[in-house]
């Protein structure tokens, strides 16, 4: 019975002894690792230490270096917002070692840099406005004494000739206007239109004797008619007699005699 409980005691001690020698190299290994500025390999260093035995320093530098690793990765994607959540915990943090305390530092420091890259953007668009205003002001400054020493140019850009010519292509329609419709009124006024006003001017409906023919277009472009009439003689069986020419206007619409 005594045996037994002396080797009990020192199985007790044996795994005591490899526990703490174990948890005291995991936490030499985090301590390390954190001058570096590895936080995820101090990270692990210290999940294993505290697994080993959970001490308050144990779960403190395995607390606050988890944060700062997952902050610097937030921050290298340039997730700024994301890696402030985790910069404010760890600056938050109230440490009591001292490897705690510059953890919580670091963290602070960061936290300002985020707050910066923040505030940054807002500054470089300022600028830009403000050269760009800049550059309008300088712009607008120089707009009024390039349109003044434009204008000349702008007024003698169109040749004289230019405006005679655009001048005449706008009464050109005006004078074809009378020409179309004389030539509409000519085909419109026909040969018969003109023989019946022949008919009306002799009295033909009265004198049926007379006949009425038309001759040719005169150099005035006017038409022309032979009014006759037909003589029986007895002997000789007929002839026509000329009783005049009678000439028509075509514009005018009038009847004269052709001498």
Known sequence: MKKLSVCILLMV???????????????????????????????????????????????ELMELSGLLYDGMKKYEEQDVEGAQVFFEEAAAYKAKFEEGKLMVQKATEMLVKTEEADVEPVEEETDLEETTDDQTGEESEAIPESEVEDKPAVET????????EEKAAKEEPAEEGPVEEEKDQ???????????????????????H?????????????????????????????HTATYGWYGVNKQKKEVYEVM
């Open 13 to 59: 001690f044996i795994v005591s002894g490899c526990t703490t020698r174990m948890y005291d190299s995991n936490m030499e290994l985090g301590k390390s690792q954190l001058k570096e500025e590895n936080y995820l390999e101090a990270h692990e260093a210290f999940e294993l230490a505290y697994e080993d035995d959970p001490t308050a320093e144990a779960k």
């Open 157 to 164: 850009e169109t040749p004289k000739e230019a405006q005679e």
């Open 186 to 208: 000519d085909q419109a006024f026909t040969k018969a239109k003109a023989e019946q006003l022949v008919k009306d001017y002799v009295d033909a409906e009265n004198n049926p």
């Open 210 to 238: 007379l006949q009425i023919q038309y001759d040719h277009d005169d150099e005035k472009g006017d038409y022309i008619f032979q009014v006759f009439e037909v003589v029986n003689d007895s002997n000789e069986g007929g």
